[in-house]
Nanobody, 124 residues
Framework: QVQLVQSGGGLVQAGGSLRLSCAAS????????MGWFRQAPGKERELIAA????????NYADSVKGRFTISRENAKNTVYLQMNSLKPVDTAVYYC?????????????????WGQGTQVTVSS
């Protein structure tokens, strides 16, 4: 079992940057692959970034590739999502999630544990 607590997010102008953090507690953090999801109003939750247990492998949705970076610090039990060149279409509630697999997980169904969600709003 792992508990995930998110921080960061808020309101930013288009072209700006934000960093989301997700702190884990419970079982050994390096036991989990991690992912970031987002859900815009009226849309399904989508997986936008994933990272394996060691941080050596990452994967991104095409919509954020080249602009967002997922990373992790196992010593701090934390995963990050650095978001640059933000656009109004990035406006959504963002969630971090943990998988019981250590290898990278690129399907939504592979994730079990969820953070509380944080709002990101990008104004034009």
């Amino acid at each position: 079992q792992v508990q995930l607590v998110q921080s960061g997010g808020g309101l930013v102008q288009a072209g700006g940057s934000l960093r989301l953090s997700c702190a884990a507690s419970g079982r050994t953090f390096s036991s989990y692959a991690m992912g970031w999801f987002r859900q815009a109003p009226g849309k399904e939750r989508e997986l936008i970034a994933a990272i394996n247990w060691s941080g050596t492998t990452t994967n991104y949705a095409d919509s954020v590739k080249g602009r967002f970076t997922i990373s992790r610090e196992n010593a701090k039990n934390t995963v990050y999502l650095q978001m640059n060149s933000l656009k109004p279409v990035d406006t959504a509630v963002y969630y971090c999630s943990a998988s019981n697999n250590r290898g990278i997980v690129t399907i939504s169904a592979g994730y079990t544990y969820w953070g509380q969600g944080t709002q990101v709003t990008v104004s034009s």
